[in-house]
């Protein structure tokens, strides 16, 4: 079984959502207070195995306290299949108001197509109504994340750092979609 890691700059945060001492922290994990008290100050760069340990603990004392993903995320998720043309992903973009979508093959996600990328290849484009006949399948960039609906929500935001978007699931089935504007309307609400 997977675990999302806790990203080491919000661990204070969620400790103190969760009403956590550093030293219940510490001996709800295995660890030494200290470390806890190190990551947290930046002081250290925590090896994974007190990573993992200390996120298994703020996770199981966050299971009806801190929101998850599956809670914030969109669904159902919306995308296009690899067959459609630029054209037809840009007129979904547009309904829809996405900056991103995820790009399917049957009811496999294979990628992903972001606004960003359709405007980079219409701008070295010498013909740009040519590009926008293209095939998705031919511009696909890589999937989003998947994260699982119990993942907490101050997981996400390491990954919004490099991603404009991830993907929730549960069990092998795709649920739902968090982008940052999800996560910035549960903060906002929150």
Known sequence: MSIALIEPRQLKKVRNQLGYTQGRLAREAGVSQSIVAKIEAGAVDPSYSTLAAISR??????????????????????????GASLRECAALMKKKGFSQVPVFSGGRIVGTVTDSHVMELLAAAQDPKKVLDEKVRDHIQPAFAVVGKDTPVDALFSLFKYLPA?????????????????????????
């Open 57 to 82: 603990a703020l996770n199981s004392g966050s299971r009806s306290r801190v929101r998850k993903a599956g809670e914030v995320m969109s669904s159902p998720v919306v995308g296009v299949q690899e």
């Open 166 to 190: 991830v993907l929730v699931e549960s069990g092998e089935k795709v649920e739902g979609i968090v982008t940052k504007i999800d996560l910035m309307t549960a903060e906002a609400d929150g």
